[in-house]
């Protein structure tokens, strides 16, 4: 499952997800403008005793600034959840750069 609070959207199951995140997250042009590539950077943390990855988003130049976080379930060794929060201000919460460069 994929959830993005406070959106009420939600994803369930691989085939589902995977058509969300190529048509939106991953897409040239789609909901996050512009060319995908290089358009994302990950940062491992955790959060509620959970794995977790800061999410930054490249701004242009050679910035990524702070966008939100990942938090992922995992179950027998799978993963079972992601819970995508899309707020600029969590990655320095945990510590984390408020911005990266490239």
């Given at each position: 499952m994929l959830a993005?609070?406070?959106s009420p959207s939600w994803?369930?199951?691989?085939?589902?997800?995977?058509?969300?995140?190529a048509t939106?997250?991953?897409?040239?042009?789609?909901m996050f403008g512009g060319d995908a590539s290089n358009r994302w950077r990950l940062i491992p943390?955790?959060?509620?005793?959970?794995?977790?990855?800061?999410?930054?988003?490249?701004t242009g130049g050679n910035t990524y600034k702070a966008f939100g976080l990942h938090v992922l379930?995992?179950?027998a060794g799978e993963l079972t959840q992601i819970i995508s929060f899309i707020d600029p201000s969590l990655?320095?919460?945990?510590?984390l750069p408020a911005k990266l460069e490239k």
């Open positions: 993005m609070p406070p994803y369930q199951g691989r085939q589902a997800i995977g058509v969300f995140a939106t997250v991953f897409a040239d042009g789609g943390t955790r959060a509620n005793n959970s794995p977790a990855f800061a999410i930054y988003q490249h379930g995992i179950d990655p320095t919460r945990f510590g």
